[in-house]
């Protein structure tokens, strides 16, 4: 009797009413150049035809499973789809984004090659009319887990994306109950941390990442925040938890800090609730607070990392320290001084 070989990669998609794209999604999916893979589909209690969708694709090839569930929201859903994968290697796919045909295979070739138990590839920003490669100041590179997670801390040159990464399967935790929003960020960092290598493969562009205003970072609220500070803090305990202090260097304690006071820039401007700061001003104080003790802590383990920041990181530390008002000031008042904002490009729907 002939045992069928288990599946190079799992493809994780979790499905909520896409379906004005799902199709190319899908078919985006079947067109990878080598055979090896599944996918899982997992039909999140979509209230529009994008179950119908799944069910008639998979019909097409066995290699696509469908699950439907009732809606728990997409750290759930992937949940669901981690239970069923049985590939030596994971990825994920948004349903609203697409893939090239050779996407998986290259990030297979560059695991195969390198021994990294995780690989990180580049994307493309996809608008209606453009398309913007991502940008990132150093090429192909190889880094020791807590490297590698302290740059998932800083948030910048490694953003928290679960999509254009590609993770063993032993190093997979489920992302816990209950979280709805940046699961990403509190996810993604433990299974990092548990790895022996990831590999940092920015060539490898095959991933398009939609621009939508519906989707569900498109949302704004005040839970939406809230949701972030808890995934930063989360992370940053996370960190602290598992690696030992033999392991700490002054970049990733540098990379550490500044991830932090990026946070609390982020949430003083306003960023999570685009237009407006209507987070309580005594609610976002705490936060504030909380955040820069936290970064004290850090400072104070190797205060020489502070010498490595920039003196805008420097400023943001130190009013940060006098009181959580200034920083917060300091962040609204630099940024309607700033003139260097991302052009505004349209998104889809």
Excluded at 270 to 293: A, Q, V
Aim: proline letters at 4%; charged letters at 25%; glycine letters at 8%.
């Amino acid at each position: 009797m002939c045992n069928k070989k288990a599946p190079d990669i799992s493809i994780i998609v979790p499905v909520y009413n896409v379906e004005k794209y799902l199709p190319q999604c899908l078919d985006s999916l079947l067109s990878q150049n080598f055979d090896n893979w599944e996918a899982i589909l997992i039909d999140d209690g979509s209230t529009d035809s994008s179950g119908v969708i799944c069910d008639e694709y998979a019909g097409r090839d066995e290699r696509l499973k469908v699950i439907h569930t009732s809606n728990h929201g997409v750290a759930e859903a992937r949940n669901a789809g981690l239970r069923h994968a049985s590939g030596e290697y994971v990825g994920f796919v948004d349903p609203d984004d697409w893939i090239d045909s050779d996407y998986y295979s290259s990030l297979l070739e560059t695991a195969g090659r390198s021994g990294g138990e995780i690989v990180v590839g580049g994307f493309c920003y996809e608008h209606p009319s453009i398309s913007i490669p991502s940008t990132c100041e150093y090429g192909y590179e190889e880094f020791s887990s807590t490297e590698y997670a302290s740059l998932l801390c800083e948030d910048k040159r490694n953003p928290n994306y679960m999509w254009n990464k590609m993770f063993h399967r032993r190093l997979i935790y489920y992302t816990p109950p209950g979280i709805r929003y940046f699961e990403d960020i509190s996810g993604i960092l433990q299974w990092v941390l548990r790895s022996n290598k990831v590999v940092f493969a920015p060539d490898i562009k095959g991933y398009h990442y939609r621009q939508r205003r519906s989707s569900i970072l498109g949302k704004v609220g005040i839970g939406k925040a809230i949701a972030y500070y808890d995934a930063v803090m989360l992370r940053n305990r996370q960190f602290e938890h598992h690696v030992e202090e033999s392991d700490i260097s002054l970049s990733i304690v540098g990379n550490i800090i500044k991830g932090i006071l990026r946070s609390g820039k982020s949430l003083s401007r306003g960023d999570l609730l685009p237009g407006n700061n209507n987070i309580p001003s005594d609610m976002l104080s705490e936060m504030i607070g909380r955040l820069m003790g936290r970064a004290e802590k850090w400072a104070r383990l190797l205060p020489e990392a502070m010498k490595g920041l920039s003196l805008k990181y420097r400023i943001y530390y130190r009013l940060g320290m006098i009181s959580p008002r200034l920083f917060i000031f300091w962040a609204r008042f630099t940024r309607l001084c700033h003139t260097s904002h991302r052009r505004h490009r349209p998104c889809f729907d």
